[in-house]
């Protein structure tokens, strides 16, 4: 009313200045000065010297006329002006008059709101597994609210609601007369409440020169949300802003809209909110952490029964009613809602970064479009998957704490503890920088604070997460012990990721393990070399003796040689056949065929398959001490599976905005890299590791897996020391593949028998299957591999290696030799020397 008041004053001003003469001799004045200067002055300034002159008649005229006129009808005419001067101001307030209001909500911004949502994560059954968020806000429809939520908004909040046009002046009077008797109240309707909710006129459009003058910002705040306000009402019905209404507003909890706030508060959905529920949410809104029932419950319960007396005074309940549920307690179902609860968390961060480049080209946000993101991962698979792993990990933790007790388990080439290992990981911390600022640089300083104990929290398998006293050096100590793991699983047909598990925990490791972490795969590498002999002419039933071999070459100008060796430090000093080398995981059979074919087709075939990672040309690398991630590797083997037609991993199968337009759809296009007699004989090679005797693959005959008509085949890997344990394993309709290692490559079980990819990524692959292959939800992933090539096969293949049962010694010698530290070894098992190809 202050602001009605001040133009009044302004009103009564401009009568009074108006008189008779003034107006007239400020124009005459200004033509005299203008002839005076002898300026030329275009025709329009004439004419619009005529209007001006007939204007300050008639203010004289009226002006006059005014001052004839009775009291009352001065008062009337006074009324009058200052009704039409506010109308023209708020006009020019609107527009933004010369710059001097700031900017105000456009019709077209009313029209078509801007507000921020949630994207959902949607997995192939249809399950939300989880969201991408900057303010957690699922928008819901008029239909999905409870109508008594609705009668205690309007109760409390705006009881004429369905009666003013945005602006209740009768309220507005009634909050003045309470400010008068000391009980200052708001007079916002929901719908001005809706303008600074989802306009934010208090801050994003406040700005202007007048908005730099102290009380005139807070009037013209309050002036562009009373014209929001009306613009709203015109563009859009009572329901239609008690929807929008809902779906703005903070609930505090990181709750923003009614959806979030009815799961976070009540784990339900705003449809059956009752009216205890509903007056606690509303009585909320006052105050999100004064009245916070989680916080607060003393509070928040005092402030629901007044909101629920509010609904006897409107005649909503009766008072009995109203008496009943004061008695009942806030019963809360809490749970805040975080941008990585859910599963697949590593998949979810790992997507984020996925769809970055598709969101600058296309001009969408995945935090806070609304967009539902319908991604490849199953569920069901997925918790599958992460149960393996927990399983699996569980147990090969316990191994490890028990294989090095109480030494520290970070061992250099010689298997020397490494000396200041925890101090330079240290060095690389946040904190370590933070002291070294605030500290100069003081070493003493900064160890103090490094080894001084506090309150902290640490991983543990019996609880997840355990509140203990560390230190800095203390927590990295601890963390540094523990193994990792990464497994997923996807179709080789269509490409399409169905499991995706990055490490053990995403809360204290986040860095994915699966497409980010790149680590040496040994011999599941050697798809590439058998596959690029194959390329080459070779077939899986052809001859290699396993025997001493070196390799000389050249590394930068310098002539080298080296010399590989098996697992066991011994050579067969036999032939045998591709196959079996392969699935016995022979490394200088292999090695023999890279020295053939050379590492540069090798490469080349790697490439093909589906590795992104650049390859280091040289010797050691068909052996797979080149790095790549489990993703590339286990996309590769599902290129061999899938007739030799190669496609991109499949992570989202379309993305539709928040209107249901599908914006983005995946690429399913395949490309043939390899013959499909080359992909038939390399799925051959993989199913030997189950067939040819001392295969690899066949400790999975550990798990249930057999009684499902299905075939199985696969390869292990395990680079040096033990470093990275690998498995790939391989069935008709699914791949799944594991890895298995520490943080940093020093830390490593130290025996094949603990550390070797058959003992400990292996089983990942078998307990996930055995789940997958027993739910009939998944019948579909049961199936042998076809017996006959859909074209005729030129090579020959249906070989298989038999070993007489008494024959236990070799007549063959034996050779030991070493191994260069950084060469990657193989599991493998020596065999009895009489073997039978047929």
Not at 109 to 132: C, L, R, T, W
Not at 567 to 595: C, D, E, F
Not at 698 to 706: G, K, T
Request: proline content about 4%; charged content about 25%; aromatic content about 12%.
């Amino acid at each position: 009313m202050r602001f009605l008041f001040n133009i009044s004053v302004f009103a009564l001003t401009l009568h009074k200045i108006t008189n008779a003469y003034m107006w007239k001799k400020i124009s005459k004045t200004v033509s005299v000065a203008l002839q005076y200067l002898k300026i030329n002055l275009p025709v329009w300034w004439e004419i619009a010297k005529v209007w001006w002159a007939k204007f300050i008649d008639w203010r004289i005229s009226r002006y006059q006329r005014f001052k004839g006129l009775i009291w009352y009808k001065k008062t009337t005419n006074l009324m009058v002006t200052s009704i039409v001067l506010f109308l023209i101001l708020l006009f020019l307030i609107d527009i933004n008059f010369l710059w001097l209001f700031g900017k105000s909500p456009s019709l077209y911004s009313i029209s078509h709101p801007d507000q921020s949502a949630s994207s959902e994560i949607i997995s192939a059954d249809g399950n939300v597994i989880g969201k991408y968020f900057t303010e957690n806000r699922m928008p819901v429809e008029f239909n999905e609210i409870s109508p008594l939520l609705i009668k205690t908004l309007v109760a409390t909040e705006d009881e004429r609601f369905y009666e003013h046009f945005g602006i209740d002046f009768q309220g507005v009077f009634a909050a003045i007369k309470d400010m008068t008797q000391g009980n200052a109240r708001g007079a916002s309707t929901i719908t001005q409440q809706l303008v600074k909710n989802m306009y934010k006129t208090r801050n994003q459009y406040s700005k202007g020169l007048f908005g730099f003058v102290p009380g005139v910002k807070l009037l013209i705040m309050k002036a562009k949300e009373w014209i929001t306000a009306v613009k709203i009402e015109i563009f859009y019905t009572k329901e239609e802003i008690l929807t929008m209404y809902f779906n703005t507003v903070d609930f505090g909890s990181n709750s923003y809209g009614i959806r979030t706030a009815a799961k976070t508060y009540f784990k339900t959905t705003p449809a059956k909110l009752n009216y205890e529920q509903s007056a606690t949410l509303v009585g909320l809104l006052k105050a999100t952490t004064t009245y916070n029932p989680k916080a607060n419950p003393k509070r928040s319960k005092e402030r629901r029964n007044v909101v629920l007396q509010n609904l006897v005074t409107h005649k909503v309940i009766t008072q009995a009613e109203c008496d009943s549920l004061k008695e009942i307690p806030i019963r809360l179902n809490y749970s805040v809602e975080q941008s990585y609860d859910g599963q697949a968390l590593h998949f979810r961060a790992y997507l984020a970064k996925y769809l970055e480049n598709w969101e600058r080209e296309n001009g969408y946000d995945i935090y806070s479009d609304g967009l539902k993101i319908y991604v490849t991962i199953d569920s069901r698979l997925q918790k599958y998957a992460e149960e393996a792993v927990d399983k699996q990990m569980r147990s090969v933790q316990r191994r490890f704490n028990e294989h090095w007790g109480k030494e520290n388990p970070w061992r250099d080439e010689n298997k020397e503890e490494i000396k200041d290992f925890v101090e330079n990981i240290a060095k690389k911390t946040k904190v370590y920088a933070q002291l070294k600022q605030k500290f100069d640089g003081d070493k003493d300083s900064i160890d103090k604070y490094l080894n001084l104990p506090h309150r902290t929290k640490v991983f543990d398998y019996k609880v997840g997460e355990k509140d203990t006293t560390f230190s800095v050096m203390d927590s990295i100590h601890y963390m540094s012990r523990f193994l990792h793991c990464s497994f997923m699983a996807m179709e080789p047909a269509s490409g399409e990721v169905k499991a995706w598990v990055g490490d053990i925990n995403f809360k204290f490791w986040q860095y994915d393990k699966v497409g980010q972490s790149k680590r040496q795969p040994g011999s599941t590498f050697k798809l590439f070399v058998y596959t690029t002999a194959m390329l080459k002419g070779h077939a899986p039933c052809d001859k290699i003796t396993d025997k001493h071999t070196t390799w000389n070459y050249m590394e930068n100008g310098k002539p080298k040689s080296w010399i590989p060796r098996n697992a066991n430090g011994t050579y067969l000093g036999y032939s045998m056949t591709l196959k079996h080398a392969m699935a016995r995981s022979i490394n200088t059979v292999a090695v023999q065929l890279a020295q053939e074919v050379g590492i540069p087709e090798i490469i080349k075939t790697a490439y093909l398959l589906g590795v992104k990672t650049p390859l280091e040309n040289k010797p050691s690398t068909c052996l797979g001490s080149s790095d790549v991630s489990l993703l590339e590797l286990v996309n590769s083997y599902s290129t061999v599976i899938n007739e030799g037609k190669y496609h991109d991993p499949i992570l989202v199968t379309r993305i539709e905005d928040k209107k249901g337009k599908i914006i983005y759809e995946a690429n399913l296009t395949q490309k043939q890299v390899i013959p499909y007699e080359e992909s038939w004989l390399m799925t051959e090679m993989l199913k030997g590791g189950m067939t040819e005797p001392g295969g690899t693959t066949q400790a999975l005959w550990e798990w249930d897996l057999f009684n499902h008509n299905t075939d199985f085949g696969g390869k292990t890997g395990t680079s040096s020391n033990y470093s990275d344990a690998w498995f790939v394993g391989v069935t008709k309709n699914l791949i799944g593949g594991a890895w298995v290692g520490g943080e940093h490559r020093s830390i490593h079980f130290r025996t094949g028998h603990l550390g070797e990819g058959s003992k400990t990524a292996l089983p990942i692959f078998g307990l996930f299957m055995e789940k997958v292959l027993k739910d009939e939800n998944f019948k579909h992933y049961r199936g042998k591999f076809p017996t006959k090539p859909k074209q005729p096969i030129s090579r020959s293949y249906k070989c298989h290696t038999y070993i007489p049962r008494d024959t236990t010694k070799t007549d063959s010698a034996t050779l030991e030799i070493d191994l260069p530290d950084d060469m990657p070894l193989e599991e493998s098992t020596a065999v009895p020397p009489s073997i039978i190809t047929e």
